[in-house]
């Protein structure tokens, strides 16, 4: 009898980590699919405008980031997962580059767009890695995780805050 209590209690504890573990996927799949969607968005509206190697740099700024997830805690519909991000700052290059070219524009310049692009290739170059935290917090909707604090998951991938 003992035996058979241990083995039953075995089973759910069994059952329970793994729908534990299922969920806690889900959550990263949720951050996973918006970092995905965030990144092709924001390459396709800098296609829309013109601005191909504003849009190549964040290819590159997405392809070379790297994400490490931490505590995921699950209550009900709701969840929060630690998230470290470490790559180039999007916006601080963004920023620099367009400074940079302003103060070099000239009567002269035939181009603005492609000076602009041309010095945040630069910048880009130049910029080195850093690593951002948050703690995002999710919401259940029909069996997916979706992020509800939009503006911590932009600074976290683009350094945007």
């Known amino acids: 009898m003992k035996k058979l209590l241990v083995l039953i209690i075995s089973a759910i504890l069994t059952i329970g980590l793994f729908i534990s573990?299922?969920?806690?996927?889900?959550?990263?799949?949720?951050?996973e699919t918006k970092f995905e969607d965030y990144s092709n968005?924001?390459?396709?509206?800098?296609?829309?405008?013109?601005?191909?190697?504003?849009?190549?740099?964040?290819?590159?700024?997405?392809t070379d980031t790297k994400i490490e997830y931490g505590n995921v805690n699950i209550e009900d519909n709701t969840a929060t997962i630690e998230v470290k991000v470490t790559n180039k700052n999007f916006y601080r290059i963004i920023q620099r580059g367009g400074n940079i070219a302003i103060n070099n524009v000239t009567h002269q310049t035939y181009d603005g767009l492609a000076l602009l692009e041309e010095t945040?290739?630069?910048?880009?170059?130049?910029?080195?890695?850093?690593?951002?935290?948050?703690?995002?917090?999710?919401?259940?909707?029909?069996?997916?995780?979706?992020?509800?604090?939009?503006e911590d998951f932009t600074y976290l991938f683009s350094g945007y805050y």
């Open 21 to 31: 573990c299922g969920e806690k996927s889900k959550v990263i799949e949720g951050v």
């Open 120 to 150: 945040q290739w630069k910048v880009y170059n130049e910029e080195e890695p850093e690593t951002r935290t948050a703690t995002l917090e999710l919401i259940k909707y029909k069996d997916k995780w979706y992020i509800e604090n939009i």
């Open 41 to 62: 968005n924001l390459i396709f509206s800098y296609l829309d405008k013109d601005y191909k190697i504003t849009a190549d740099i964040y290819k590159n700024i997405s």
